[in-house]
């Protein structure tokens, strides 16, 4: 039974230890963001997200005209196709 407490109070020792590195990863990660932040003086692209998201449907409806006309002329020749058949 004491080999059993000495195991758990090791366990909790290192779980300790870790929580203390994780504690202390977390201020240096904080304090890495507090440097690396943007300026206030850098540009504000967000103006362009409207005009991005409206080529992209643009671009969506192209692909799907095109996925249209491409199945249209499979179409056309399957026809074309049967009346040579006949």
């Known amino acids: 039974m004491q080999n059993v407490n000495d195991h758990r109070a090791t366990y ?3 779980v300790k230890e870790l929580e203390d590195a994780n504690a202390k990863l977390e201020c240096k990660i904080k304090e890495w963001y ?3 932040r943007p300026a206030a003086g850098e540009k504000d692209y967000s103006k ?3 005009q991005i998201a409206n080529l992209q449907a643009k ?7 095109n996925a249209s006309i491409v199945l249209q002329l499979d179409n056309a020749r399957l026809a ?5 058949l006949k």
């Open 12 to 14: 909790l020792d290192k």
């Open 34 to 36: 507090t440097k690396h």
């Open 48 to 50: 362009y997200f409207k």
């Open 59 to 65: 671009i969506l409806a192209a692909q799907v005209a």
């Open 80 to 84: 074309a196709d049967d009346f040579k």
